[in-house]
């Protein structure tokens, strides 16, 4: 994924888990071995990605990246969010 050239290296993060019974249905991703972009994410065990648990950071604050998710996991996920958000939750 390319970034565009901001004022601001400001980056929306969310919670990933492995424990499985905080998934909320409506809202978070599960990835698991099985999905073909898991061997890029750097995950060992099915996880969740927590939508619910978002939180914003500096980019200084990052120090790398353990993996990757597809592009289009990637805009599944932003129309979930968008979506979330519109229904006013």
């Known amino acids: 994924m390319l970034r565009q050239a901001s004022r ?4 929306l993060v969310c919670m990933v888990s492995s424990q ?8 978070d991703e ?3 071995p ?3 972009d898991f061997p890029n994410s750097g995950l060992k065990v099915t996880s969740v ?7 914003v950071l500096e980019g200084s604050l990052l120090l790398g990246s353990i993996g990757t998710i ?20």
């Open 8 to 11: 601001f290296d400001d980056w």
């Open 20 to 27: 499985m019974h905080q998934t909320g249905a409506d809202l």
């Open 30 to 32: 599960i990835i698991s």
């Open 34 to 36: 099985t999905d073909s």
């Open 49 to 55: 990605l927590r939508l619910s648990r978002l939180a």
């Open 70 to 89: 597809s592009d289009e996991r990637l805009t599944k996920i932003r129309l979930q969010l968008a979506k979330w958000i519109s229904s006013g939750n």
